[in-house]
């Protein structure tokens, strides 16, 4: 890499990713600076990070703790904002590298396209921004000439079977899952799991959100649709395969017969420090892999009869234009209500589902469409549940 150091904002910088990202940066100092922080809500975290990393700017979504982040703040040189708005108005400072996008959900997307067109590389842990809007952003990346470069560990894994690679010679993409706490439980096990159990992820550590996801296999269903983005691919060209250990994060097939797989630990620092050094590997310390400590590698097909959301993300793929933005709001919606409490594991999928047979389709949306489906599909899905009965059960 060249001697300049980059400067990286951070979207989300409390989560799961982005406190990783952080933890990337400070090993690596002389590479990367924290030029932008910014968080949802949780201000103390904020304020810790913002103190010992000294960003120029950073940013608290919830306007109600702004007053606490500034005074915290007023002894550094750090210009506090609040709302969304600055989030997308400072993407395109011009001192900006990379945006490390890390914010759960549909919050990303407008973001993500403002930094786009200010021409900023894009190192993509929001999912959902390409899972919505998926056509935009693939266009707008083009129209301007920058990098989307994926942070998820199997996209990153995609990614880098793939350098070097005449992407036309995709036979297949194989997205391995770990199962999650779930794997291999009944529809009757499932009726009564609570929210405790499904945030008892096997393998990862991440933000509440995802570890649902993965519990009910939505996050898989998400990457597929991603993927589909990502890699110029088609849905019958994606499979998904569980893969327990989760040390196969991903694999590619090509149109020869020959696969290469990325393996390693399920440390997600790895491919968030990929993505902000690309194309270049610097050295780390992070634990190494060994094959004798992991002598049984495992795979099986996915449960979709037990877990029906990763066939509802297929679905969505293949009828296309604004079903993807519709399954992403109901999964928020839903994933929010069985954290809340309100519905139960297995209602998550049915609500998704009404969504998808309720909310109008649109064939090829516009952001406009996309922006009003978003709308639209929550306040329904919203009020779907209220009328459920109390920690509904059917599916």
Not at 88 to 99: N, S, W, Y
Not at 251 to 273: N, Y
Not at 286 to 301: C, G, I
Request: contains cysteine; glycine residues 6%.
């Amino acid at each position: 890499m060249d001697n300049q150091v980059k400067n990286i904002a951070i979207l989300g910088s409390t989560g799961s990713i982005g406190t990783q990202t952080l933890d990337v940066i400070r090993w690596n100092s002389n590479l990367f600076r924290a030029f932008m922080l910014t968080a949802h809500s949780n201000a103390d975290l904020l304020i810790s990070q913002a103190i010992e990393f000294v960003p120029e700017y950073a940013i608290i979504c919830d306007q109600s703790k702004y007053q606490q982040v500034k005074d915290s703040l007023a002894h550094l040189p750090i210009q506090v904002m609040d709302g969304h708005q600055a989030i997308i108005d400072l993407v395109t400072h011009p001192d900006i590298a990379v945006v490390l996008t890390a914010m759960v959900g549909f919050a990303g997307l407008e973001p993500t396209i403002a930094a786009i067109k200010a021409g900023k590389d894009i190192a993509l842990a929001n999912k959902e921004t390409l899972v919505v809007a998926g056509d935009i952003i693939t266009t707008l990346a083009k129209q301007h000439g920058i990098s989307i470069l994926p942070v998820d560990s199997e996209h990153s894994a995609i990614f880098q079977c793939l350098v070097g690679e005449d992407y036309q010679t995709i036979e297949k993409l194989i997205i391995t899952a770990s199962g999650g706490p779930f794997r291999g439980r009944s529809l009757d096990f499932l009726a009564n799991v609570t929210r405790e159990d499904a945030l008892k992820h096997p393998n990862w550590v991440m933000g509440a959100k995802i570890t649902i996801d993965s519990a009910s296999l939505m996050n898989k269903g998400l990457e597929v649709i991603e993927a589909k983005w990502l890699f110029d691919i088609e849905a019958d060209q994606i499979e998904v395969v569980v893969h327990p250990q989760s040390i196969v994060h991903s694999l590619v097939q090509f149109r020869d017969g020959s696969i290469k797989a990325q393996l390693g630990l399920p440390d997600m620092k790895l491919p968030i420090q990929y993505a902000l050094t690309y194309p270049e590997r610097v050295t780390t310390n992070f634990k190494r892999f060994n094959f004798m400590d992991y002598p049984n590698l495992t795979f099986e097909k996915p449960d979709t009869d037990t877990f029906r959301n990763l066939n509802l993300a297929y679905t969505a793929l293949k009828q296309g234009g604004n079903m993807p933005c519709i399954i992403n709001a109901a999964n928020e919606i839903a994933v929010a209500g069985f954290l809340n409490g309100n519905i139960g594991f297995l209602t998550m999928s049915g609500v998704i589902e009404e969504c998808m047979q309720q909310i109008n389709f649109i064939s090829t949306p516009t952001l406009a469409d996309y922006l009003n489906t978003d709308k639209e599909t929550r306040i329904f899905a919203q009020n779907y549940i209220k009328q459920l009965p109390s920690k509904a059960l059917q599916f």
